[in-house]
């Protein structure tokens, strides 16, 4: 039973050109003080396969709008802000990285600076007006349970933006085989079946390679 969790940051990193490195690095680097930072029970610094800028995705997860608020006040967002003219691309707007979880599935593969992933994937889409509640409702009464039966699908968020219709799944595997099976099977599928009725078109689908995780069950 893992715990429980209900507040999220999505947040999304462009590098200067020739700043890769330097982005990657301070992920990887960070991983020590997320590992003992209080009630940020999972954190997952990954990097966009094949995009021009460089892209960066970095998601954490919280019990509470306090603890999540706690940490953005903490040394972490406040390097990334000192360091970010540097090695940035701008920086994220505060308020399009809050978003609420809707719905997870979270389990472990393993210990060290991945927790023994390796790949992720993060799947955006946009319900159409007046459907937000309905896709809600998917994700948890239809898109979870095949989740759950998924055992190569490591971990599994759905997330959503108060007051929008926006939405992200974003989950995380072992492996690239284990990705591309997700891809191909039934929550995909199911997932696909809903556009017409509930979304506004196709996902957007972006291949994620994990720097660095901590993942507390």
């Known amino acids: 039973m893992s715990r429980t969790v209900t507040h999220s940051l999505l947040v999304p990193l462009t590098a200067q050109t020739g700043k890769e490195n330097d982005v990657a690095n301070f992920l990887i680097n960070a991983h020590s003080i997320i590992l003992n930072w209080p009630n940020i029970h999972q954190w997952y610094a990954t990097r966009l396969t094949s995009t021009s800028p460089t892209q960066f995705l970095v998601l954490g997860t919280y019990p509470n709008d306090e603890a999540r608020s706690a940490y953005l006040t903490g040394p972490l967002p406040k390097s990334l802000g000192e360091n970010a003219p540097e090695i940035l691309v701008g920086m994220p707007i505060h308020s ?7 719905a997870h599935n979270i389990t472990k593969a393993g210990e060290g600076l991945k927790s023994g992933l390796s790949t992720g994937l993060k799947v955006s889409f946009k319900a ?67 556009i017409d009725e509930n979304f506004t078109g196709f996902p957007d689908i972006a291949r994620l390679d994990i720097l660095a995780a901590k993942v507390e069950l």
């Open 96 to 102: 399009e990285i809050l978003s609420e979880i809707v």
């Open 128 to 194: 159409k007006s007046g459907r937000a509640d309905a896709v809600k409702k998917f994700l948890v009464e239809v898109a979870l349970p095949l989740i759950k039966a998924e055992t190569d699908t490591i971990s599994w968020y759905a997330l959503h933006w108060p007051g929008t219709e926006k939405f992200v799944i974003v989950d995380f595997f072992a492996s690239d085989e284990a990705r591309e099976a997700h891809l191909a099977g039934p929550v995909a599928a199911a997932l696909i079946a809903s």
